[in-house]
Structures are given as structure tokens and as C-alpha cells.
């Protein structure tokens, strides 16, 4: 059981480049989150996916674009990659079901450097 | 939307003392709030949590308190040891869904805890 997996670990890009970072969990979870993390601002939401076939916004979702390709994968892409979006981007896991409470797993997170 | 608000950004304790963390919500609508460690590189993980029917929570080192009326909650660590350093964040959501619901947790700003020998 791998748990939530993150491809890349690390990624620098130029000012303008676009990317995809993959997640992917293997524990059967609905929910799938990508956040990123940023010095002294905590995690950000930046795009979630309730269930499959569906996303929603998060809090700072601008210049970022989400697909979710099945229950198991949830991908994020950066069209034109800027040096604000310079960050650690971490995805998350969540089963729901009867249990309104259960548990966020996260990634090994993805470290994004923009030139 | 809800606004987390976490104190302080740092925190240093000598080993064997305790370590308070506080946060305050927003949302009286916000009724689960679950604590996540972070290690240097690594992923957050989970500690504990509480739910907004409960006042205090307790697993063996770790505690934590919630005062729905004030809109805050506190994580407590006692006896701390060297591998209690961290960056501990906690959250709160609105909306725990019980099927289809995005569960969207908002996180305060983290504290960096070092225990010191």
C-alpha cells in the first residue's frame, strides 16, 4: 500500500514553461486535494475533487488547472508557469462515507522552483 | 469563508516542559479540527483531532482543548522530547461531509517547535 504519490519530487522551470504534476492513491479514497505550501502562509487549497468527475475551486486556484483522470489519479497543471507559483505542492487523499471525520492523507509533496 | 488564525509562528521549550499552541476559527459553523505535524521535508500527518461536540481530547502526551463559545482550540504536548520538533498546523472545517462532500480544511499559518536538550 503506497499510500498518495507525488511525481515529481522536484521540478525547476523557466518563467513561462508549462507542467503537470501527477498525484495518485491506491487506498480507494473519493476525495483528492492539491495544496501548496508557502514560508509562514501554512497549506493553501488550490483545487479539490469531491468525487470523481467532479473539482471545485479552492482558495487560490489562479493560473492552475486540475484533471481528475479516475478514482485513483488527480493531476495539476501550471499553463505558463510564473515565479509566484514558486512552492511545494502537496496532494491529499480523503475517503468520505458515513464518517463525516476521516483522515487527509497527504503526499511526499512535489518541490516547484520558477526562474 | 472560514479564517484560521494559529499562535505563535514559534515556539522553543526546554526538554521535559510543556508546549501550548493555539488557534482560532472564524465559522461557528466549523465543527471538526484536526492537528497535523510536519517533520523537516517531510508530509503533514495527523496527531489528533476533535470534534465540536467534544470539549478536550487526549492521547497519551498529546491534548487538545476546544472552546466552541470563544472559537478556540489549543493543542497541549507535555513531557516534551527532541523528536516533538516540528511545524505543527492545525485546521478547521464547515463541512465535513458525510457522502460526495469536499471536506475542505483550512490551515492556520503553522508553529515551529524546537525542543531544546
Known amino acids: 500500500n503506497a499510500g498518495v504519490t507525488q511525481t515529481p519530487k522536484f521540478q525547476v522551470l523557466k518563467t513561462g514553461q508549462s507542467m503537470t504534476l501527477q498525484c495518485a492513491q491506491d487506498?480507494?479514497?473519493?476525495?483528492m486535494y492539491w495544496y501548496r505550501q508557502d514560508p509562514g502562509m501554512g497549506l493553501r487549497l488550490i483545487y479539490y475533487?469531491?468525487?470523481?468527475?467532479?473539482?471545485d475551486k479552492g482558495e487560490v486556484p489562479n493560473g492552475y488547472n486540475v484533471s481528475r483522470l479516475n478514482k485513483r489519479e488527480f493531476s495539476l497543471r501550471l499553463e505558463s508557469a510564473a515565479p509566484s507559483q514558486t512552492s511545494v505542492y502537496f496532494c491529499?487523499?480523503?475517503?468520505?462515507?458515513?464518517?463525516?471525520?476521516?483522515?487527509?492523507?497527504f503526499g511526499p509533496g512535489t518541490r516547484l522552483t520558477v526562474l | 469563508g472560514e479564517n484560521v488564525e494559529q499562535h505563535p509562528s514559534t515556539l522553543s521549550v526546554q526538554e521535559g516542559d510543556s508546549a501550548v499552541i493555539k488557534c482560532t476559527y472564524s465559522?461557528?459553523?466549523?465543527?471538526?479540527f484536526p492537528w497535523y505535524k510536519q517533520e523537516l521535508g517531510k508530509r503533514p500527518q495527523l496527531i489528533i483531532d476533535?470534534?465540536?461536540?467534544?470539549g478536550e481530547k487526549k492521547d497519551q502526551r498529546i491534548a487538545v482543548t476546544l472552546n466552541k463559545t470563544a472559537k478556540h482550540f489549543s493543542l497541549h504536548i507535555t513531557e516534551t522530547q527532541p523528536e516533538d520538533s516540528a511545524v505543527y498546523f492545525c485546521?478547521?472545517?464547515?463541512?465535513?461531509?458525510?457522502?460526495?462532500?469536499?471536506?475542505?480544511?483550512?490551515f492556520g499559518t503553522g508553529t515551529q517547535l524546537k525542543v531544546e536538550l
Open positions: 491529499a487523499s480523503r475517503r468520505t462515507g458515513f464518517n463525516p471525520y476521516n483522515e487527509q492523507f
Open positions: 485546521a478547521a472545517t464547515p463541512f465535513p461531509q458525510e457522502k460526495g462532500g469536499g471536506n475542505k480544511l483550512t
Open positions: 475533487s469531491a468525487s470523481e468527475g467532479t473539482t
Open positions: 465559522d461557528s459553523a466549523s465543527n471538526y
Open positions: 487506498m480507494n479514497h473519493n476525495s
Open positions: 476533535i470534534r465540536s461536540n467534544v
